[in-house]
């Protein structure tokens, strides 16, 4: 620092001399530095500041460059690089790239993904937004583990539409531990994705299936489409619940509507519940296990 401020000074101080002088100068101190060279060692060791002071120089005027005889011009040019990647290091070393996020969301993601084979990354983002959470689907999808899940939605821009004078029936045919078959009738309204009605049977008849869509639709709430699809991916959820009987579905089908209704979070509602949930943004984070694991309900305490 003290030789920069030094040739600074006589850099000024040159300002004043004739012209004849500085020639004269720089005649005599070339003449001095060659004398210099011809006992000089196998490899001189410059200071921090003395490559400093030439890259800088030939920075400002390259044609120095040619007049260089303590050290080759690459030397100096590859300074100039390695100043050059040193400077843009350091200038960006607060913007690494996109933020971490925490180790224990990172675990909690992938303990979701595990627990809810059934979930995507949507359905997983949606939980976490309830749970005060602020993480980008992207990176959900990122941690979470991967599974098959079923085929994509088709009707997607009919039922954004129309959603909310569609509701939507169908049928799932359920196996019991008997090896008995029952008949259980759903109803699903696509404004806020609510199950409206549901019923089982062993024997499903035209006057019983009349008689379920005028409960499902008292008074003057029935919708102006209703839709049936024999789509497989309606009725996939209960496969994995063994059935002992009508009383058991019956029972299943209450405790899955009222998660369905009150906690699932839905990407058709900017993942919402139907009946809306609330953000929690504070306490620990609990898991309770909905029909019997095969859905689970996060929430905090």
């Known amino acids: 620092m003290l030789a920069i401020l030094h040739l600074l000074a006589m850099f000024v101080a040159d300002l004043f001399k004739s012209r004849r002088r500085l020639e004269a100068e720089n005649l005599f101190l070339r003449h ?13 060791r410059l200071r921090g500041s003395d490559r400093a002071l030439l890259v800088w120089i030939t920075r400002i005027w390259p044609s120095l460059l040619d007049l260089s005889r303590v050290v ?3 030397t100096i040019l590859r300074w100039h690089r390695s100043g050059f990647k040193a400077f843009w290091r350091w200038k960006s070393r607060h913007r690494p790239g996109r933020p971490k996020i925490d180790r224990e969301l990172r675990d909690l993601i992938r303990q979701m993904s595990k627990d809810n084979p059934l979930w995507g990354a949507p359905r997983i983002h949606g939980e976490l937004l309830k749970l005060g959470f ?17 085929p994509s939605q088709t009707w997607r821009t009919f039922l954004r539409n ?8 169908d049928f799932c045919l359920v196996p019991t531990v008997t090896f008995e078959c029952l008949f259980a009738f759903l109803v699903v309204s696509h404004g806020r994705r609510q199950l409206l009605w549901f019923a089982v049977t062993k024997h499903p008849t035209a006057e019983w299936l009349a008689r379920q869509i005028a409960e499902a639709f008292p008074w003057d709430t029935a919708p102006r489409y209703l839709i049936r699809d024999n789509d497989s991916a309606y009725g996939q959820a209960l496969d994995h619940v063994l059935i002992f009987g009508e009383r058991h579905l019956r029972r299943v089908l209450t405790l899955y509507a009222l998660y369905y209704n009150e906690t699932r979070t839905h990407l058709g509602l900017a ?3 139907p009946l809306r949930r609330a953000v929690q943004q504070c306490g620990d984070i609990v898991t309770t296990p909905i029909l019997s694991g095969l859905h689970h309900c996060y929430a905090r305490i």
């Open 162 to 169: 129309h959603s909310d004078a569609i509701a939507a029936v």
């Open 271 to 273: 993942k919402d519940a």
């Open 72 to 74: 080759k011009p690459e």
């Open 32 to 44: 001095q530095l060659n004398i210099a060279l011809r006992r000089t060692p196998p490899r001189l």
């Open 134 to 150: 602020e993480v980008a689907e992207s990176t959900v999808s990122k941690y979470m583990i991967k599974h098959r899940g079923p």
